[in-house]
């Protein structure tokens, strides 16, 4: 359902310049939200029926980090299982409310906890503390590194196939300025899609008796009994 505010809707877009393979990305300032709009997304979700709400990108200007909690605390008490990504105050705010699912970035992840999350061991411990502290799943994102996927089930890493990783790192030394809101959210997205049609798990299972030379999903097993 589209909900409509006073304010215009930001148009994005990105040039690229054939002649040197750079690409700029043009990211204007989003709209405002005023105290008296809020409302409107509120009550389109109590009408709403659906069983899965992702919740992604930077908040707009007039939202504050505690309306957010908020509303993510009011999905969960309609039911809703939540795939959260955000940064920064937001994603601080928003973890309190213990969605089903967050997906930062490294480092986003980092942010969060005060502590670098450059190796395996460090994000695997930072996930069990937040799912100790009620955050169903935690999905890190790593650019040409792939994704870690830490849930109650175990952990997972997936990796890109080889000309992906070396296009995105490719990409990654172009000067341009930050995304608009493509990959990131389009990862919190699929995730949300796969497991709510319970399809991820019979994909793992398909995945991880391919051959192990070919296929880009792995589960990761931790010394001393840990998953």
């Not at 955050?135 to 996927?149: E, K, R």
């Not at 995304?179 to 959210?185: L, S």
Request: proline share 7%; net charge positive.
């Amino acid at each position: 359902e589209r909900i409509a505010i006073r304010d215009h809707t930001r148009v994005s877009h990105a040039v690229y310049e054939r002649s040197t393979g750079l690409e700029y990305r043009f990211v204007p300032e989003g709209p405002l939200v005023r105290n008296d709009e809020w409302p409107g997304v509120l009550a389109a979700l109590d009408a709403s029926d659906f069983d899965f709400c992702v919740a992604s990108g930077s908040l707009p200007r007039g939202v504050e980090p505690e309306w957010l909690g908020e509303l993510l605390r009011r999905l969960r008490r309609l039911g809703l299982k939540v795939a959260f990504d955000s940064s920064g105050s937001a994603l601080r705010e928003g973890v309190k409310a213990a969605p089903w699912m967050i997906k930062p970035n490294v480092e986003e992840l980092a942010d969060l906890c005060s502590a670098p999350m450059d190796d395996l061991v460090a994000q695997r411990q930072a996930a069990e503390r937040l799912r100790h502290d009620g955050v169903g799943q935690v999905v890190i994102s790593q650019g040409a590194a792939g994704v870690n996927w830490f849930a109650a089930e175990g952990a997972w890493q997936a990796r890109p196939p080889r000309w992906l990783r070396e296009r995105f790192s490719a990409s990654r030394s172009r000067p341009r300025q930050h995304a608009p809101g493509g990959p990131a959210d389009g990862e919190a997205g699929n995730a949300a899609l796969g497991l709510g049609a319970d399809r991820l798990r019979p994909f793992l299972h398909r995945e991880l008796r391919a051959d192990p030379r070919t296929a880009g999903l792995r589960r990761v097993h931790f010394e001393g009994g840990g998953r």
